[in-house]
């Protein structure tokens, strides 16, 4: 009696810890994955664009406007003039002015650009996501374009040349699958997979969920002499990869689900099951 008291609150800690973990990992990877991904966008997308957007305000506007003492430099600078102005330049600057023979033009430009990421950095919170906002814009214009006719050409055309390049065309494809799986959208999926079935795979007795893909190949078909169906079976929890079965139709059972319900059922290892499929449900959501 002693020893079972004692196991009790370690058997207890142990399902309680285990739930609460249950219960907050998901949240905390969806944040997690979230935080990433706004990362990964902030620093390879929006700074760049960001650094672009200075440029061209730098290049075509006259804000910011200069001190006056830098306005009336003469061009060339003096000796004189230019051991002074080369004391308010970094290292880095300094190799650049002096790559560009001294010249007052650069000069001001550098000064206007230390102005501009003055006041950049001081408005930084809303100012960065100018290049988030940008990006959005680009990425609707490309799709909206890509959606044309001549942007699918053009898409396409592309797409031969990247598969004819070594390496790349080792990479793109498999990166190209899991894009369009994600962001395809219900409807492309559809136009890969159009049935969910059970078939009994890798052997009798145990069921698998498949993905049917179409009808197989001829030679199959006659040599079987009955329907035959080519079916996608999942991995799990990476759906991207499985295997490809050919199976007669008659050995499949024909599942009520859709495919996104397949995949969540795949990818969760069988713990999110539809709510028509499971055990005592009557059937009615």
């Known amino acids: 009696m002693v020893e079972h008291n004692k196991m009790a609150p370690r058997s207890n800690f142990r ?12 949240t905390v990877l969806t944040i997690g994955i979230l935080i990433w991904a706004y990362n990964f966008v902030q620093d390879r997308i929006a700074q760049p664009i960001n650094s672009g957007i200075k440029v061209v305000v730098i290049r075509l506007t006259p804000w910011p406007r ?3 003492e830098l306005v009336i430099l003469p061009d060339p ?6 051991q002074i102005w080369s004391q308010t330049l970094n290292q880095k600057a300094q190799i650049a002015w002096e790559a560009q023979g001294y010249s007052t033009q650069w000069l001001r430009r550098h000064k206007r650009q230390v ?13 960065d996501l100018i290049g988030l906002f940008v990006a959005v ?12 006719f001549i ?32 962001f395809g959208g219900a409807e492309s999926r559809q ?10 795979y890798p052997r009798k007795g145990l069921w ?6 179409g009808d197989t190949i001829r030679k199959i078909a006659d040599r079987v002499d009955a329907p035959c169906l080519t079916v996608f079976v999942p991995s799990s929890p990476t759906p991207f990869t499985g295997y490809v079965i050919t199976v007669p139709k008659s050995d499949t059972i024909d599942l009520p689900i859709t495919i996104e319900q397949a995949l969540r059922y795949t990818v969760s290892g069988g713990v999110i099951l539809p709510s028509s499929q499971r055990i005592g449900h009557d059937g009615h959501d």
């Open 208 to 213: 698998s969920i498949g993905l049917v893909t």
């Open 66 to 68: 200069l001190p006056h």
């Open 115 to 127: 102005l501009l990421d003055k006041w950049w950095n001081k408005y930084a919170i809303g100012m």
């Open 191 to 200: 136009t890969k997979f159009n049935q969910v079935v059970a078939v009994e």
């Open 15 to 26: 399902k309680f810890f285990l739930r609460g973990l249950a219960i907050l990992l998901p």
């Open 151 to 182: 942007g699918r050409r053009l898409y396409h055309r592309g797409e031969e040349l990247l598969r004819k390049v070594p390496l790349i065309r080792q990479v793109y494809p498999s990166v190209k699958q899991v894009t369009d799986f994600l």
């Open 77 to 82: 600078l003096s000796p004189d003039l230019r």
């Open 137 to 148: 814009i680009l990425i609707y214009v490309v799709g909206a374009f890509l959606g044309s």
